[in-house]
């Protein structure tokens, strides 16, 4: 027995590693469509080349990210196309980020509270403003960083990049007469946080599964990335 | 030398070494490999009742340092290096269990890390990390190999559980010291 110990010790180690294995494959999330859910954490999942129509051209010094600095010294590093999906910290809530040729939307939300916030990117940043919300942080091809603030509270977040099925979505409609704004986050590991404003009042938002429309007092809206949003108040 | 030595010596001298650490190199190499090659998934299954996936590993690696610090003391009290302390009968029993519960503790937390997350470089902390890991189960693997030994030299064994306790020292500094510190004290 003395002598097998450690055999059998590491023989409980790759047993309990293996159980974890079956049990991580089975469980998960939406493990009908083998690349969804997954986001590659090593890789840059956007383009970060400059976009021509992403901000002033001039030398403006790179964002200090090592992962950016191999682009041209005059190269905007802001991606074209990106969208990012985290947690704040110290709240629990969910910041998701949504870029589009220079363009940004955004959104909270810790099932409470949410706040909607737009704005510009460039030079590898995002200023967006709410409404009493505030987000600045730094872009680049795997994840925007920085700070959030909504009403006096302050919080930063590392939201890393998020490939579809995870990611922002946002649904608008006319639900018994009142205009409804429905918000979600989908994080990579399947962890969601949505609200609903129906006509000005908050309500819980039903869970979301990204393609599927949701149905709130019998009316089906369908919730769409956030991006397609972009040209709308 | 003298020229009467054998051939047949010198296998038998380096031997006993090279198949523990030859195991637990290959399985050092073999995870940093699986670490880098297979497309992270971002999500494994862990522990339940943390908030979330690094909490659950924060405080499994606190746990299993704490353990460490057990090796640590037992190992040193059954070679008769803590002054004054003659090891009890149990400190055997007790060096072996509070082992395998650590290495219990970390392997879900190496599974989320390799399964989850993958062996990254792009930041030195999560380098040190990722190269500390694999190094970790590496020289574990080596010490449970030699352990059954009987014809290794008297400092194989604290050297190697020295490795692995440095190792393990670096692994929780590198990640539940910095979740500490930068998400917080939360389960």
């Not at chain 1, 969804?36 to 051209?57: D, F, I, M, Q």
């Not at chain 1, 599964?209 to 972009?230: H, I, K």
């Not at chain 2, 997350?117 to 190999?145: E, I, N, Q, W």
């Not at chain 2, 559980?161 to 500094?173: D, I, N, Q």
């Amino acid at each position: 027995m003395k002598r097998l110990g450690p055999f059998y010790t590491l023989a409980a180690g790759i047993v309990l590693a293996a159980g974890l294995g079956v049990a991580s494959a089975q469980t998960a999330p939406r493990a009908g469509t083998p690349a969804a859910g997954r986001v590659p954490y090593a890789r840059a999942t956007t383009n970060v080349t400059a976009g021509p129509s992403a901000g002033p051209a001039t030398a403006e010094p790179a964002t200090p990210d090592p992962t950016v600095s191999a682009a041209p010294a005059t190269a905007d590093p802001t991606p074209r196309r990106a969208n990012y999906a985290g947690v704040a910290k110290g709240n629990g809530g969910l910041v998701a980020l949504a870029i589009r040729d220079g363009r940004a939307i955004a959104y909270f939300c810790d099932g409470r509270v949410e706040s909607w916030l737009r704005g510009a990117a460039a030079d590898g940043t995002v200023i967006l403003n709410g409404k009493g919300s505030q987000i600045t942080a730094t872009l680049d091809g795997t994840r925007a960083r920085g700070s959030l603030r909504v009403g006096k509270a302050k919080w930063r977040f590392t939201a890393p990049a998020a490939r579809k099925p995870a990611g922002l979505y946002r649904a608008a409609g006319i639900v018994r007469g009142a205009r409804l704004v429905g918000g979600w986050i989908v994080l990579a590991d399947g962890r969601q946080v949505g609200l609903l404003d129906v006509g000005g009042t908050p309500a819980p938002a039903p869970t979301l599964t990204p393609g599927s429309p949701v149905t709130v007092d019998g009316t089906q809206v369908s919730p769409q990335p956030a991006e397609n949003f972009l040209d709308q108040p | 030398m003298t020229a009467g030595q054998p051939e047949t010596d010198h296998r038998t001298a380096s031997a006993p070494y090279l198949l523990p650490l030859l195991a637990g190199g290959l399985v050092a190499v073999a995870l940093g490999v699986y670490g880098r090659a297979h497309p992270p998934t971002g999500y494994a299954v862990g522990l339940a009742g943390f908030s979330g996936a690094l909490a659950m590993k924060a405080w499994l690696t606190t746990g299993a340092f704490v353990l460490a610090v057990v090796q640590l003391l037992s190992a040193l009290a059954m070679y008769g290096r803590l002054p004054g302390v003659t090891a009890p009968s149990w400190t055997g029993t007790l060096h072996r269990w509070s082992g395998r519960a650590a290495f219990l503790l970390s392997v879900p937390v190496a599974f989320h890390c390799l399964y989850a997350l993958g062996a990254r470089f792009d930041v030195p902390r999560v380098m040190v990390h990722s190269l500390l890991g694999t190094f970790f189960y590496g020289v574990f693997v080596a010490k449970m190999l030699s352990l059954p030994r009987r014809d290794l030299p008297g400092w194989t064994l604290p050297v190697l559980g020295g490795l692995a306790f440095s190792a393990l020292a670096g692994l929780w500094l590198t990640s539940s010291l910095w979740f500490f510190v930068v998400i917080g004290v939360t389960l």
